[in-house]
Nanobody, 129 residues
Framework: EVQLAESGGGIVQAGESLTLACAGS????????IAWFRQAPGKEREGVAV????????YYNDAVLGRFTISVDKAKNTVFLQMNNLKPEDTALYYC??????????????????????WGRGTQVTVSS
């Protein structure tokens, strides 16, 4: 059974950093793309970043490009989201999901057009101004 578990959220001030972790079990990293999504109260869920196993390619939402970095520790089957220079608008419940391996598409396509599943319960990130 594929399972994902997020951790690392917290309450920080604007400009600070957090690192989220998405620990996977029941699958090998090479089988799926792993994406981070977030949902703030009253807003739709949006894709934040995704890493594809084909070439470890990384793809980002324009709102976090240059501030967030997605990476993988294959030995631990864990995907990380390093978040720097956090802003109040980054406040949301962050969760990860599995998707189909892909290549040759844009970041926007990777985050909006692929089907993701096996969502974890999420980890809350709150950024105060």
């Amino acid at each position: 059974e594929v399972q994902l578990a997020e951790s690392g959220g917290g309450i920080v001030q604007a400009g600070e950093s957090l690192t989220l972790a998405c620990a996977g079990s029941g699958f090998d990293y090479d089988e799926y793309a792993i994406a981070w999504f977030r949902q703030a109260p009253g807003k739709e869920r949006e894709g934040v970043a995704v890493i594809s196993p084909h070439d470890d390619g990384t793809y980002y939402n324009d709102a976090v490009l240059g501030r967030f970095t997605i990476s993988v520790d294959k030995a631990k089957n864990t995907v990380f989201l390093q978040m720097n220079n956090l802003k109040p608008e980054d406040t949301a419940l962050y969760y990860c999901g599995t998707g189909p391996p892909f290549s040759g598409i844009t970041s926007k396509q990777a985050l909006t057009m692929l089907q993701y599943a096996n969502w974890g319960r999420g980890t809350q990130v709150t950024v105060s101004s």
